[in-house]
């Protein structure tokens, strides 16, 4: 057997990378008996005889997987979020940044469109800016005809296995033919009466950019909390996480608990208002949720 990654998955074939070529693959029976599927992203061993298609034997350990879009061994998620056109969603970030928390994948957030903001909507957006460098994330700002995106790019992906993702018509094709401009993906002015673009990418594929792997991810524009549990929310909040070790209560969930430091923290202003919101809205979805049998 052969050892390779899944760099591919579509109409029933797995495409599976090694030695510089693409072996198309089918997976074995086996794996639907088991409830399992292989996914992009997955080492597997497979045989080949001739050439033939090869059949993927068995699929390594996974550092991390998400649902959807169906992917696996990812160590970073690029966040595509346009400041206008849609307009700039904090709650809409701050769900893609929990579940990527929850599946141990690093976020990297991309503002575009920077250059459509007016300057009292510029001053705002700052804000917002440094509230979430502060936490620790980082973020990359793009501009119409962005001539240095690459250059500022190829650190951030190099050496890495990387999603991109956010809502339709946030500039997400745009910025893949800017990294690879053969690809010539299709894109979509926005829909001004649905708010967003129509999403044309088709299946889930890995591509070699700037030293590293980049997936185009379609489906990847929402999130539930389908796997995370309440007493795991807090961790998907890093700066509640840090705070957190200061509560009376171990498993504070920071709702009723006396002597709550992520509370007295908020009414010292030392966290932004809006997560504290996000973060009661998404506890709320997590206890509404339907118990699972």
Do not use: W
Request: proline letters at 4%; one cysteine or more.
């Amino acid at each position: 057997m052969a050892e390779g990654q899944i760099r591919k998955a579509l109409s029933g074939y797995y495409y599976v990378y090694q030695n510089g070529e693409l072996i198309q693959c089918r997976g074995r029976g086996v794996f639907r008996n088991r409830g399992e599927s292989p996914l992009v992203g997955d080492f597997v061993d497979y045989t080949q005889e001739g050439d033939s298609d090869g059949y993927i034997m068995k699929i390594h350990p996974r550092m991390n997987e998400l649902v959807r879009p169906p992917i696996a061994n990812i160590d970073q998620a690029i966040l595509v979020f346009s400041v206008k056109e849609p307009d700039f969603n904090t709650i809409l970030l701050d769900r893609f940044l929990v579940v990527l928390e929850s599946f141990h994948v690093k976020p990297i957030i991309c503002l575009t469109k920077m250059d459509l903001l007016k300057e009292e909507e510029r001053v705002k957006l700052t804000r917002y800016i440094d509230d979430y460098k502060l936490i620790g994330y980082e973020i990359i700002e793009t501009y119409k005809n962005d001539k240095t995106l690459l250059e500022r790019l190829q650190p951030v992906l190099e050496g890495k296995t990387s999603v991109l993702a956010g809502q339709s018509g946030v500039g997400k094709s745009t910025l893949l033919n800017t990294l690879l401009p053969h690809l010539e993906l299709q894109t979509s002015d926005i829909s001004h009466s649905l708010g967003r673009g129509k999403h044309t990418t088709r299946h889930v594929e890995l591509i070699e950019v700037c030293g590293g792997l980049l997936a185009d991810t379609p489906g990847f524009s929402s999130f539930d909390f389908d796997t995370i549990e309440k007493e795991e929310l807090t961790s998907c909040f890093p700066e509640f996480e840090r705070l957190s070790e200061g509560c009376k209560f171990r498993g504070c969930l920071h709702i009723k608990e006396p002597k709550c430091a992520v509370k007295t923290a908020l009414e010292k202003d030392q966290i932004p208002t809006y997560r504290y919101e996000h973060y009661q809205q998404f506890l709320q979805e997590i206890l509404d949720r339907k118990p699972r049998y």
